[in-house]
């Protein structure tokens, strides 16, 4: 079992940046993937980002690559995403997500088992 509780969302100009973290419990961490997924009022949810269990590989999607990073840090239990350039159109609910180590990293929301409640990201123009 893991609980992942995010936090550093907030209200930004488009061209700031926002630096989200997702703090895991449980001593199992640096056995799962994490990632991060965003849902915008009245849309699915998307994925964003993810990150393999030693660091060595990233995933990212096509309208974040070259602005957000995806990092994480095993002895904290943490995960993060630096959000860069930011614009309106990244305005959502940011959520982590856990799921199990496969050949490939997950980009659906269906590849992970634990979520965290969500942080609001507002951007405006």
Same mark, same amino acid.
């Given at each position: 079992?893991?609980?992942?509780?995010?936090?550093?969302?907030?209200?930004?100009? /488009?061209?700031?940046?926002?630096?989200?973290?997702?703090?895991?419990?449980?001593?199992?961490?640096?056995?799962?993937?994490?990632?991060?997924?965003?849902?915008?009022?009245?849309?699915?949810?998307?994925?964003?980002? /993810?990150?393999?269990?030693?660091?060595?590989?990233?995933?990212?999607?096509?309208?974040?690559?070259?602005?957000?990073?995806?990092?994480?840090?095993?002895?904290?239990?943490?995960?993060?995403?630096?959000?860069?350039?930011?614009?309106?159109?990244?305005?959502?609910?940011?959520?982590?997500?856990?799921?199990?180590?496969?050949?490939?990293?997950?980009?659906?929301?269906?590849?992970?088992?634990?979520?965290?409640?969500?942080?609001?990201?507002?951007?405006?123009?």
């Amino acid at each position: 079992q893991v609980q992942l509780v995010e936090s550093g969302g907030g209200l930004m100009q /488009a061209g700031g940046s926002l630096r989200l973290s997702c703090a895991a419990s449980g001593r199992t961490f640096s056995s799962y993937v994490m990632g991060w997924f965003r849902q915008a009022p009245g849309k699915e949810r998307e994925f964003v980002a /993810a990150i393999s269990t030693r660091s060595v590989s990233t995933s990212y999607a096509d309208s974040v690559k070259g602005r957000f990073t995806i990092s994480r840090d095993n002895a904290k239990g943490t995960v993060y995403l630096q959000m860069n350039s930011l614009k309106p159109e990244d305005t959502a609910v940011y959520y982590c997500a856990a799921g199990p180590s496969l050949s490939r990293l997950g980009v659906t929301p269906n590849m992970y088992n634990y979520w965290g409640q969500g942080t609001q990201v507002t951007v405006s123009s």
